[in-house]
């Protein structure tokens, strides 16, 4: 069966640093992608970035990047130069294969501090 | 393009009733899903539809029912609600697009089971 664990339920930064949140996950499938989505406190669900498990390099969007560690099956988002607009909380999501179902781990709420 | 669209984002039912919550995406995607937010907690898979004609439980399936109209649209179905049912409800869709696989949230609707 597929798990994801986020093991911070609430992380703080100091505005302009750097922050790591940790996701792992456990499949025995060779074929999976990892998601991570951000939900400020509107409520919407905003994706965030997107690593498939067959990818050789690391995924990066603008501020974000995904430390993708496949034997240890981890899945880290890393934030750089962290803003007040990052106040948020922070999940991971895992899929198996294209066109299955899609689950998600418990989240991390992440505080900026100015 | 609108992406995710849900209707209505709000709605206040009485224990017993029955509702729809409607879903379309605009975006060609074969996936689309159904997930329940409670307080405090991340987002439970209700159902999903790898394609136009095909649904598949999730993690929480009881006490709903969905369709999958055509490619466009996928509605989630509360025959008789009940208070356990009050929850935000998200629609979401998936696909690739330019090599990188996404999945997209509607703005969510917020359930009230009094």
């Known amino acids: 069966a597929q798990k994801i664990t986020q093991t911070q339920p609430g992380m703080f930064v100091q505005e302009k640093e750097a922050v790591t949140l940790d996701c792992t996950y456990d499949t025995s499938d060779p074929s999976y992608g990892l998601f991570w989505y951000k939900q400020p406190s509107s409520g919407e669900m905003i994706f965030l970035i997107y690593q498939g498990s067959y990818d050789q390099q690391n995924a990066t969007e603008g501020r974000y990047s995904l430390n993708f560690q496949k034997a240890r099956k981890s899945a880290n988002l890393v934030i750089s130069a962290s803003q007040l607009g990052d106040s948020a909380m922070y999940f991971c999501a895992m899929r198996r294969t294209s066109y299955d179902k899609v689950i998600f781990g418990p989240g991390t709420s992440l505080s900026v501090i100015p | 393009n609108a992406g995710v669209t849900q209707t209505p984002k709000f709605q206040v039912l009485k224990t017993g009733q029955s509702m729809t919550l409607q879903c379309a995406q605009d975006?060609?995607?074969?996936?689309m899903y159904w997930y329940r937010q409670d307080p405090g907690m991340g987002l439970r898979l209700i159902y999903y539809?790898?394609?136009?004609?095909?649904?598949d439980k999730g993690e929480v399936p009881n006490g709903y029912n969905v369709s999958r109209l055509n490619k466009r649209e996928f509605s989630l179905r509360l025959e008789s609600a009940a208070p356990s049912q009050t929850s935000v409800y998200f629609c979401?869709?998936?696909?690739?697009?330019?090599?990188?696989?996404?999945?997209?949230f509607g703005p969510g609707t917020r359930l009230t089971v009094l």
């Open positions: 979401a869709s998936s696909g690739v697009a330019m090599g990188t696989d996404t999945q997209y």
């Open positions: 975006m060609n995607h074969n996936s």
């Open positions: 539809s790898a394609s136009e004609g095909t649904t």
